[in-house]
């Protein structure tokens, strides 16, 4: 090839070079080997997931225990297709990742080719943005807008499709170019007077309340979050989401509120007269029912989406912008509005929650977390989704930071083993800790065997109850019929299934074996899998069972 | 429920249709009319939408629109504030006994003969919603073969 002379897909790989990319997660196909081709050559490593949801769900575990963008690529057809669990998830979450998919040949396309499917299309609903590029020129352009769309304003997943025609074609790369988004500024400066009425109504509350959401990791505003409840000393809840806004051990740091939230946090918005919320979308899970939900008309609602205010609740002062500069001019401008009756008062009810022992000798899932607890320092904690999900999001104890990640908003099983890989490839320093149920482990266990070629450390839990729990739990809430579709039967040993992908595999029944297991450090070197044995019957509370955020019951049976 | 009239000024690119229309039909809205064309700026179209909907939800809408990265501007014109007017191109059987009362209505409501053959002639009319409406009505009492309406286009007053 002539000097200056590059093709499309060189040129691809040479722009996610320059803006600092260093790993994709990936599976090659048809359509994308030109990619691949390009990557011989390229800094950038790639891992080859067993699975396009599981390239996916890497990324995006890549980008949340980072804040950076992280890459998946995928061919057309079925590749792309494979993807679209993956982005919706990160798209629920807010997560940025940039997933870039091979597309039949250009003079293919609407032709129902061998692995064609309308990728953009499928997409439009589960991406910040999507593009077909068409032109080979504007391959570099392109990625550049993808990246800055993907890492801006509220984070999203990005999608861009190239035609394999157009991966291969020759072209003299051309001179870099500023983004013009015409369509696109993100709102990041919040307005001075909206701060200045906020403080106000903070420092004239009597009550006031913090909801910290997802918003605070996309933001990174931890240090500015705690500095802000310090100064202030109005205690804090959080949205599932908004689990290690700040450090589980604050004093003024009251849990969770929602579905599966703690009694003081779903009585706490009750009982405040203001609240302020900080990077939070009052879902359903939050909210429980938008009729009854006691917060309406008296919160400051602070995102840098605009959309989000009054999507659900009624607001007391709209904050458009970027959270973490606004939580710097709130604390510039606030005086302390600590009030320590309410601080009492709400302690006062924490301390009635009901405290379910933990058995000494026999696992169940708070043990198990207990004891793991007992021997990791600092984790970064990845949940699947079910009832150990919920168990987790209360038992562990967690520092503020990128600690703990999971599938808030799709609540997609399958997420935890391959978004720990992505963590545990962005983070080798860190104790990386995943927690599955048995159901969701199944989901994406093939990404043992992408785990086992890496050089990695990470250790999967997987909770055998032999129950899909959630679905048990919801059955014996709401449903009568007693039809066993939750039983996942007792046939599967994964110890060897995952001595069989190649990584090591431990089985804990008792609480003496997790100890001895927790205590041997070969244990934190390398993959594993410790299946632990875990009573079916045992359902998650805290659980709402009516039709208000204040129906909430703390045991099973009512 | 109230009738909204949307106006949306975009990228002309490929797939920003799909991306507005996706953010009406994932809400169960039915579009009532849609018409879009290119603007006096280059690469940029105006699409104006007309849709029936609750206020609160329609306001959902009106800002997941402008959060597509294609999309530059959003505005729910109230009607009074606009000025707007739909086309309609009618297809008429025109009796040489009937002719003359034809003539005669055409040229009252001001309408257009763009094409007439043997019997058959085809009418444009201008006018807001409802007066495109009232006009066809005005012709059922004769044959009409085929009609069709552009779909109301709008500017805001002033």
Do not use: W
């Given at each position: 090839m002539k000097k200056g002379r590059t093709y499309g897909a060189k040129a691809l790989v040479k722009t996610l070079e320059k803006l600092g990319v260093e790993v994709i997660f990936g599976y090659p196909g048809g359509a994308n080997l030109p990619i691949y081709e390009a990557l011989a050559s390229s800094s950038i490593k790639h891992v080859l997931a067993r699975h396009e949801q599981g390239a996916s769900h890497m990324a995006d575990g890549y980008a949340r225990a980072t804040g950076k963008v992280g890459v998946c690529l995928a061919t057309s057809g079925p590749g792309a297709t494979n993807l679209v669990t993956g982005i919706a998830t990160a798209y629920m979450d807010s997560v940025p990742v940039l997933a870039i998919t091979g597309q039949v040949p250009s003079f293919n396309i609407?032709?129902?080719?061998?692995?064609?499917?309308d990728t953009t299309g499928i997409t439009i609903p589960v991406t910040k943005h999507n593009l077909l590029v068409q032109?080979?020129?504007?391959i570099p352009s392109r990625v550049e807008e993808a990246f800055h769309i993907c890492s801006t304003g509220r984070k999203g997943p990005v999608l861009i499709d190239i035609p394999k025609d157009v991966l291969k074609q020759d072209f003299s790369m051309p001179e870099p170019k500023e983004i013009v988004l015409e369509g696109y500024k993100p709102n990041t400066d919040s307005h001075p007077g909206q701060i200045k009425r906020a403080v106000k109504l903070l420092e004239q509350s009597r009550r006031p309340l913090i909801i910290a959401g997802g918003g605070i990791a996309s933001s990174d505003s931890y240090k500015e979050l705690k500095h802000f409840v310090e100064k202030t000393g109005i205690p804090l809840i959080y949205t599932f989401m908004g689990k290690t806004a700040l450090s589980?051990?604050?004093?003024l740091n009251f849990g969770m509120c929602g579905y599966h939230g703690k009694v003081v946090a779903n009585q706490a918005i009750d009982q405040s007269d203001v609240i302020l919320a900080l990077?939070?979308?009052?879902s359903n899970r939050h909210t429980i029912n938008l009729e009854t939900y006691?917060?309406?008309?008296k919160i400051i609602h602070v995102d840098i989406?605009?959309?989000?205010?009054?999507?659900n609740v009624e607001t007391l002062l709209p904050i458009v912008g970027d959270l973490k500069s606004t939580l710097h001019k709130l604390t510039d401008h606030i005086h302390q509005t600590a009030n320590e009756d309410w601080v009492s008062r709400l302690r006062d009810i924490d301390s009635r929650a009901l405290v379910t022992p933990v058995p000494e000798k026999e696992l169940n899932q708070p043990a198990v977390m207990r004891i793991m607890q007992e021997y990791l320092e600092n984790p970064l904690v990845i949940t699947d989704v079910g009832r150990h999900q919920m168990f987790a999001a209360h038992e562990f104890k967690l520092e503020a930071g990128r600690n703990f990640l999971s599938?808030?908003?799709?609540?997609?099983?399958?997420?935890a083993l391959p978004a720990a890989i992505g963590a545990a490839m962005a983070c080798p320093d860190r104790q990386v800790v995943a927690v599955a149920g048995d159901g969701s482990f199944v989901m994406?266990?093939?990404e043992m065997i992408t785990a086992a070629e890496l050089d990695i450390n990470m250790i999967c839990f997987v909770m055998n109850d032999q129950r899909l729990g959630m679905i048990v739990q919801l059955q014996d809430e709401f449903?009568?019929?007693?039809?066993?579709?939750?039983?996942?039967?007792?046939?599967?040993d994964y110890v060897k299934m995952a001595e069989s992908m190649g990584v090591a595999g431990h089985r804990a029944v008792t609480a003496e074996e997790l100890h001895s297991l927790m205590k041997d450090?070969?244990?934190?070197?390398g993959v594993h899998i410790v299946e632990c044995i875990v009573p079916p019957g045992e359902n998650t509370y805290p659980m709402v069972n009516g039709e208000s955020l204040l129906d909430i019951v703390e045991e099973g049976g009512r | 429920m109230k009738k909204h009239t949307i106006s949306i000024l975009c990228d002309?690119?490929?797939g920003v249709m799909t991306r507005i229309s996706g953010l009406f039909s994932r809400r169960?809205?039915?579009?009532e009319s849609l018409s879009v064309g290119t603007t006096d700026q280059p690469g940029k179209s105006r699409f104006t939408i007309v849709v029936n909907g609750d206020d609160t939800v329609l306001e959902q809408v009106r800002k997941q629109l402008q959060k597509l990265?294609?999309?530059i501007n959003v505005w729910d014109y109230k009607e009074e504030s606009i000025v707007a007017r739909e086309h309609a191109l009618l297809k008429v059987r025109a009796e040489r006994k009937h002719r003359g009362e034809l003539l005669q209505l055409v040229s009252s409501i001001q309408a257009r003969i763009i094409d007439a053959s043997s019997d058959v002639w085809t009418l444009e009319i201008t006018g807001d919603t409802d007066d495109v409406s009232s006009f066809i009505d005005l012709f059922r009492h004769y044959e009409i073969i085929e009609s069709i309406r552009t779909g109301k286009i709008a500017l805001k007053r002033g």
């Open positions: 609407g032709t129902d080719a061998f692995q064609e499917v032109n080979v020129r504007e589980d051990s604050h004093p990077g939070a979308r009052f006691p917060g309406h008309k989406d605009p959309a989000e205010i009054g999507k599938s808030g908003g799709l609540g997609t099983m399958g997420f994406n266990c093939q449903y009568k019929s007693g039809f066993d579709i939750s039983n996942l039967g007792s046939h599967t450090k070969s244990l934190y070197q | 002309d690119v490929p169960g809205f039915n579009i990265i294609n999309v």
